[in-house]
């Protein structure tokens, strides 16, 4: 008996062990190793002399002009948690508690910072508002004295990033507005409060818990920007880090640890943030509601004039938010001369940004005229595009599947092990990279792997040519390992215990009780965190730009890089246009996902019969109709 007994426990313990081994691994050498030497390699610094000095870095900090990019990141993070906010309250409060007039529309314009992001989102501001984009062009017109590069530095980015970093607010606050209980509100109404009243004494202290984390995000996000610093020329911490990286000694005083340093300062301001909203957290501000719940009905703005007013306001948000995503599209249909002129020509459309190809003649310094056939290609018709697309497809599917696989792994043992200390031990590793800036962990494998050295990874140099890769997804999969266990683990708890135990007295092993029971349940909520994982990294470009390399350059980087050397010698004539088609693809892909996530995936069974039956009726309605002019 007891050899039966040690008979199936050994493979299940051989697995057990070789578990604990892989994520022991991955751990110290992906996660815990390369941040630690990034850390000790500031205070490894030598001198003239040739001589370690631990303090040189620091005495440069404070001597040179590093402080100003602290200072700059931290200025631009403390406005947009006053910007971000107001706006993003405001876009929630129009379209979800005020009656206001096309609220439908509304929110769709203000939701579309979530279909395009990063590059392609600062691409469109910039298509409207440099020195020759379309609005400028229209206020120079209307004003002689109008500055053309009004829109660079602080102010661009502030402003740019006001409008692109509400997404979270249109996710989370408006699910928090959406579970507000109706009676309380009825109540005060019916107290005689004014509606202004109410959201503020009623409705606010409500959604207190949900506007601390969305400010820590919005902070953290300020204080991490890299897109809109790096293109709209502002001297930030993260453009300065990937630029130090790729410095040498020869070129400045040591860069690399001065790189390393300003990593560390955002980690602590990373970590000191999380750690005063995990606290805040645990503090519990809750607010008693009534037994029966009711859900929120709008309310309607009872002063004309103040109804006039948030009307107004509700539309010229909605155009902030529209007119880059209109522009974009309608100019991805342009020829290459209408986009570099920022001159619409409605009587020409055509396909070329997409599929096209065409001969360029330009001049020569000679003063003649050369012919560079095929100089003019689309999204889909250029190589080195189409090469970008595909490495980064490779790699963010590749990634996304990594980190839902380490993740569903990660909670079944943690739901198996809930009251054992092994579990939260192994759930805070999964966490570990939530406390560390993104740039931090990229530039710490940029240098920990560059390196002949590292016998965990076979002596092998993983930034050298090809290899470069695979640190990419393995850096893209790290990064997503916090949010997929976030979302991922919350699944987990729906799943019943009794069915576990059924198949157990069944016979049923813990492999195929996980398969054939577990898995099904979770499975629509692991697809969706891939799917979101992937939308992200597809267009990703900030961890791509610290690996900046010939073998690593993903889809991103290839459009920018594009449009830093557009018309040069008679090369990617039309990059500008190809990066307007390019926004629209990712608009497409990032839109489809979440119609998949959100809308098809976040319906219910009932909801989805529902849609199906008003689909029939629609459809016999139609057929009625034609039978009887028939």
Not at 384 to 393: C, E, H, K, N, V
Not at 434 to 445: A, E, G, K, R, V
Request: charged share 15%; proline share 3%.
């Amino acid at each position: 008996m007891n050899q039966s007994k040690d008979k199936r426990f050994a493979p299940k313990m051989a697995l057990k062990v070789i578990g604990f081994l892989a994520f022991a691994y991955l751990f110290f050498g992906f996660m815990l190793l390369p941040c630690l030497n990034t850390l000790t390699s500031i205070f490894m610094t030598k001198n003239a002399a040739g001589k370690t000095d631990p303090l040189a870095v620091i005495r440069f900090f404070f001597a040179g002009n590093m402080g100003k990019y602290v200072w700059n990141s931290l200025k631009l993070a403390l406005g947009l948690i006053v910007t971000v906010n107001v706006v993003g309250v405001s876009i929630v409060l129009l379209t979800e508690y005020f009656d206001i007039k096309g609220a439908k529309i509304l929110r769709l314009g203000y939701m579309t910072t979530l279909i395009y992001s990063g590059v392609a989102l600062v691409t469109g501001y910039l298509f409207l508002y440099d020195s020759n984009g379309i609005i400028t062009t229209a206020l120079k017109n209307a004003f002689p004295g109008f500055p053309a590069t009004w829109f660079s530095g602080f102010n661009a980015v502030w402003f740019t990033m006001t409008f692109a970093c509400t997404s979270n607010h249109a996710l989370f606050l408006r699910n928090a507005i959406r579970g507000i209980d109706y009676n309380t509100v009825e109540a005060a109404r019916n107290m005689g409060a004014k509606p202004f009243k109410v959201l503020w004494k009623v409705v606010f202290p409500t959604l207190i818990p949900t506007m601390f984390s969305l400010t820590v995000m919005t902070f953290i996000t300020g204080l991490c920007a890299m897109s809109a610093p790096t293109l709209l020329g502002y001297d930030s911490i993260n453009p300065e880090i990937v630029r130090l990286a790729g410095s040498s000694v020869a070129d400045e005083a040591f860069p690399q640890a001065r790189a390393a340093l300003l990593s560390i300062i955002l980690a602590m301001f990373t970590i000191v943030l999380l750690a005063v909203l995990s606290s805040y957290e645990r503090k519990g501000h809750y607010l008693s509601v009534s037994k029966t719940k009711a859900k929120l009905q709008k309310q309607k703005i009872t002063n004309p004039a103040a109804n006039v007013l948030a009307h107004i306001y509700a539309y010229v948000l909605f155009i902030i938010y529209m007119t880059p995503v209109v522009m974009i599209v309608i100019f991805s249909f342009q020829t290459y001369g209408a986009i570099r002129m920022k001159k619409l020509d409605l009587t020409n459309w055509t396909l070329v940004n997409f599929f096209g190809t065409q001969d360029y003649a330009y001049l020569t310094s000679r003063g003649t005229y050369k012919n560079r056939e095929g100089a003019i290609s689309g999204l889909f018709a250029n190589e080195a595009t189409l090469g970008g697309i595909r490495l980064s497809f490779i790699m963010s599917v590749l990634a996304a599947v990594l980190a839902c696989i380490i993740v569903v792994v990660a909670c079944n043992y943690i739901f198996k092990n809930k009251k054992k200390k092994r579990s939260v031990v192994l759930e805070y590793c999964l966490l570990f990279p939530w406390l560390l800036p993104t740039i931090l962990i990229c530039y710490s494998y940029r240098t920990y792997f560059n390196s002949d050295t590292v016998w965990y990874v076979g002596n092998n140099n993983l930034y050298y040519a090809g290899r470069v890769r695979l640190l990419i997804i393995l850096a893209y999969t790290v990064v997503k390992l916090p949010f997929s266990l976030r979302m991922i683990k919350a699944s987990f708890y729906a799943i019943d215990e009794e069915l576990e135990d059924a198949a157990k007295n069944l016979g049923a092993s813990g492999l195929y009780t996980f398969l054939k029971v577990k898995l099904p349940i979770i499975l629509p909520s692991v697809l969706a965190v891939f799917a979101l994982n992937f939308n992200a990294l597809f267009t990703e470009y900030d961890m791509s730009a610290t690996f900046a390399s010939s073998y690593g350059t993903s889809y991103a980087m290839v459009i920018q890089s594009m449009c830093a050397e557009e018309g040069l010698y008679g090369y990617n004539v039309n990059a500008s246009g190809r990066r307007c088609a390019s926004t629209v693809f990712i608009m497409l892909v990032s839109g489809v996902i979440l119609y998949l996530v959100y809308g098809v995936g976040g319906r219910d069974l009932g909801e989805r019969l529902a849609a199906k039956e008003k689909r029939r009726k629609r459809l016999r309605k139609l057929m009625r109709r034609k039978e009887e002019n028939d």
